[in-house]
């Protein structure tokens, strides 16, 4: 499949999955109770506060509750980190393989298939990553990132809104927002 075919395909894709999480989060979302907690003061939350909340909401979503599993999920990450992603493929696969309802291992391998080009892959993990936990807001802002990349970037900017909702603070979804807002928005005459 040509580049402009798979990226068309990853287009197609990444917006009928958007359609999907347009919706209210609420009518979504089967939190648990300490995740509703954070999710609710991270909502309400100054920016030094909603750091140390969105770690706490990291911690909670990397833990699988197998030590294996988890171990897998920390050699993806290391070797995502070092710029291995064929590495960071392999751990994670088998990592979903084996535990298909952990969100965070689609989450992350979505992020290794990004940093390898290969969108459609990560949209189908973004896909299963977000029906798992529809209020992971870097697996969002992941969403809004391929929009971008793909050239969407009405899209994009819907998404970064979106994870803006769930994470006033988040920085990278700022700055996005900021860049696309000319754009999308127009420009003050």
Not at 63 to 75: F, G, I, N, Q, T
Not at 121 to 127: G, K, M
Request: proline share 4%.
């Amino acid at each position: 499949m040509g580049v402009k075919q798979h990226n068309l395909k990853g287009i197609v894709t990444a917006t009928a999955l958007f359609a999907v999480f347009c919706q209210p989060l609420a009518a979504q979302t089967a939190d648990t109770g300490d995740e509703k907690a954070l999710l609710s003061a991270l909502s309400d939350a100054d920016a030094a506060e909603a750091v140390q909340l969105e770690r706490q909401l990291q911690a909670l979503w990397s833990h699988s509750d197998s030590p294996a599993m988890d171990l897998l999920l920390k050699r993806g990450r290391e070797a995502l980190q070092e710029g291995d992603t064929q590495t960071a493929i392999e751990h994670l696969t088998a990592l979903t393989d084996h535990a298909p309802d952990f969100a965070e291992g689609w989450h992350l391998r979505a992020s290794a298939y990004y940093e390898a080009g290969l969108y459609g892959p990560a949209v189908a993990d973004l896909e299963r990553a977000l029906k798992l936990n529809p209020n992971n807001f870097q697996a969002i802002y992941g969403l809004g990132t391929i929009f971008e990349s793909l050239g969407d970037t009405r899209n994009a900017y819907r998404a970064y809104k979106l994870a803006q909702a769930i994470h006033p603070h988040y920085e990278s979804v700022t700055e996005a927002l900021e860049r696309l807002k000319p754009e999308v928005e127009g420009k003050p005459l």
